[in-house]
């Protein structure tokens, strides 16, 4: 069975540095088809692509947000860290780690549930 | 980037009706195509991928469509349960960006 529960704080001040953890279950970061990736979602607003990594170690950031970035995974722990240096209110939003199933087109095919994460001062 | 944009932003539909959700993408990302149900409250879940292929367990009145840079969902015969915000994904070339989302009521 897969899964895959988000963690990490639920409220972060302006320009601190936000750290999620994606933890996994019933498949391994070192399968090569392979990867996770984090998505999220502002209130009233539409899902927004953050950044992926592959079992290769291959990694991927969104465009407007790469600068503040970054992703790495621990294959031993069956997890996955997402860092977001110099947050914003407008990084406030649900976060959702998902497996991405290179055999399916690297569809995003097993969701966490989310964690929602404020930020203000 | 690639640009996905959905249409329409809004739908409102009876128990019973055909729906059609459209997706235009920037460049031609065949069959790259990802469909996303999402209920308040909860993960969304992947309806279709590759344009076309239903995922295990989701029921067959749901039907992808489209190539090149066009996409169609289509619900054939509308449930209650059906009533969530529907996002088309390319999975083409990174970032994986998503469509506004279609909220159907």
């Known amino acids: 069975q897969v899964t895959l529960r988000e963690s990490g704080p639920v409220l972060v001040k302006p320009t601190e540095t936000l750290t999620l953890t994606c933890t996994i279950s019933?498949?391994?970061?070192?399968?090569?088809?392979?990867?996770v990736s984090w998505v999220r979602q502002p209130p009233g607003k539409a899902l927004e692509w953050v950044a992926q990594?592959?079992?290769?170690?291959?990694?991927f950031y969104s465009t407007s947000l790469k600068t503040r970035l970054s992703i790495s995974k621990d294959t031993s722990k069956s997890q996955v860290v997402l860092t977001m240096a110099n947050v914003d209110p407008a990084d406030t939003g649900t976060y959702f780690c998902?497996?991405?199933?290179?055999?399916?087109?690297?569809?995003?095919?097993?969701w966490g549930r989310g964690t929602l994460v404020t930020v203000s001062s | 980037d690639i640009q996905m944009t959905q249409s329409p932003s809004s739908l409102s539909a009876s128990l019973g009706d055909k729906v059609t959700i459209t997706c235009r993408s920037s460049?031609?990302?065949?069959?790259?195509l990802n469909w996303y149900q999402h209920k308040i409250g909860k993960a969304p879940e992947l309806l279709i991928y590759a344009a076309s292929t239903l995922q295990t367990g989701v029921p067959s009145r749901f039907r992808g469509g489209g190539s090149g840079t066009e996409f169609t969902l289509t619900i054939s015969s509308l449930q209650v349960d059906d009533v969530a915000t529907y996002y088309c994904?390319?999975?083409?070339?990174?970032?994986?960006?998503f469509g506004q989302g279609t909220k159907l009521e």
């Open positions: 998902t497996r991405i199933f290179g055999d399916a087109f690297s569809s995003l095919d097993f």
């Open positions: 994904q390319q999975s083409y070339s990174t970032p994986y960006t």
């Open positions: 990594i592959f079992s290769r170690g291959d990694k």
């Open positions: 019933g498949f391994s970061l070192s399968d090569a088809r392979m990867g």
């Open positions: 460049q031609t990302i065949t069959p790259y």
